[in-house]
């Protein structure tokens, strides 16, 4: 792979920074550590102003709204809107379902989901994992019963991120109890608005409401909101997965709070010495920099991958390992070279770069363990990667 950006791609690069310097208030607090804001009302302007200039689903067929752009376009679209903290992104709908229905939906489906996707009129939620199964997805427990045209759907999902705002969640459910764990699972389209379903918020430890639980009582689906074959979803869901971890916007919010930082020092001083002249500062920020770029890299090279018409597997998770976890190094880094100020909140006048680290700090906790642990990637890296035998 040649890393280096075309000419076309680092016009585009150019052309979406101008764009959201001109687009984003001076005032502008950001969004979240997931690219979501409170703002509701911006964030619909900006999802729009997206969709006039085709952004949001480029890389799409043109049947279905998109301009069959590269892959490598459409990282880097992502990688500058996470780094730049503008809201307008449907990592869900656009980033998840839509590359996994492509792939595994019926002409019907594709026609009734992707182009309200596009036009950035529908929200989608992942309901994947469940209270005693996360990690290892598959005990999911969750149960669709058939029932003439339909199946009634019974059980619990958690950690659901913006489920208190979709319209639609893609779900897995157990439909044959008896069949070994991997099977006997069907992927299922769900509209929020069915009776039976419960959501109920989560508010992590930095107060946010991004993640929800769902209770499912006798939900009916129709058969024809299943993706893919009948006990066969798992297949469905690890074309999902591969896409959520390809990585790109693990890193752009490693790069963000990064540069920051090093603005910081470069400004401060200690003990009348910059902060920027302490070679424990400047080994630590180095060794930081070093990571990131390994893990931009490691990003792209995965949308390079998907342009060659291949389907990432282990080298997703590596990507997901390594950037997730860069996630907790920058912070940690981070609380370090701040010193006890550091964790001041925000809000407080005295908290340095306004609390931004001690809050990366608290929600970067949670990186190595959604999407699948570090663990579950180091297991499909060492058996789908290296061919070595499955752990006793």
């Known amino acids: 792979m040649d890393f280096r950006f075309t000419k076309e791609e680092e016009t585009f690069q150019q052309e979406l920074r101008e764009f959201l310097k001109a687009e984003i208030p001076s005032d502008w607090k950001g969004t979240d550590a997931y690219g979501k804001t409170d703002d509701v009302a911006f964030e619909q302007h900006m999802r729009r102003r997206l969709i006039e200039r085709g952004w949001l689903t480029m890389a799409w067929p043109e049947e279905y709204g998109g301009q069959n752009a590269s892959n490598v376009k459409m990282a880097i679209f992502a990688d500058e809107m996470m780094y730049h903290e503008a809201p307008g992104r449907d990592g869900s709908g656009v980033g998840l379902l839509a590359p996994a229905l492509m792939r595994h939906g019926t002409d019907e489906q594709k026609s009734q989901h992707l182009p309200p996707i596009s036009r950035g009129e529908v929200t989608w939620s992942q309901g994947f994992s469940e209270p005693e199964a996360g990690s290892d997805l598959a005990s999911l427990q969750t149960r669709a019963v058939e029932d003439g045209d339909d199946y009634l759907i019974t059980g619990q999902k958690i950690w ?10 893609f779900l897995l459910a157990r439909t044959d109890p008896d069949a070994p764990k991997h099977r006997g699972i069907t992927y299922f389209l769900v509209d929020m608005k069915t009776p039976g379903i419960t959501v109920r918020p989560i508010i992590n430890m930095v107060g946010d409401h991004h993640f929800n639980e769902e209770y499912f009582d006798n939900v009916r689906v129709p058969k024809a909101n299943i993706v893919g074959e009948v006990n066969r979803g798992w297949y469905v869901a690890m074309t999902t ?26 400004e401060t001083k200690l003990n009348g010495m910059p902060l920027a002249r ?20 490691l990003s792209y090279r995965i949308a390079w991958l998907v342009d060659q018409g291949q389907e990432p ?27 006890l100020s550091g964790q001041l909140v925000e809000g407080d006048k005295w908290a340095p770069l306004k609390g931004r680290l001690q ?21 499909i890296i060492a058996t789908r990667g290296l061919g070595l035998p499955r752990a006793a």
Not at 161 to 169: E, F, I, K, Q, V
Not at 242 to 262: S, W
Not at 323 to 335: F, H
Request: glycine share 6%.
């Open 278 to 297: 302490d070679p424990a500062v400047q080994h630590k920020l180095a060794e930081m920099v070093l990571e990131t770029e390994v893990s931009r890299l």
């Open 313 to 339: 597997q282990h080298e997703s998770s590596i990507c997901k390992l390594f950037s997730s976890e860069l996630l907790l190094r920058v912070a940690n880094a981070g609380m370090q070279i701040l010193g």
């Open 241 to 266: 997965l591969n896409f959520e971890r390809e990585g790109i916007t693990y890193t752009a919010r490693a790069r963000k709070p990064l540069d920051l930082l090093i603005d910081y020092v470069r």
């Open 359 to 379: 809050r990366m700090c608290l929600w970067s906790v949670s990186e190595p363990i959604g999407g699948g642990t570090s663990e579950i990637q180091r297991n």
């Open 160 to 169: 659901s991120s913006n489920a208190h705002m979709a319209d639609w969640m």
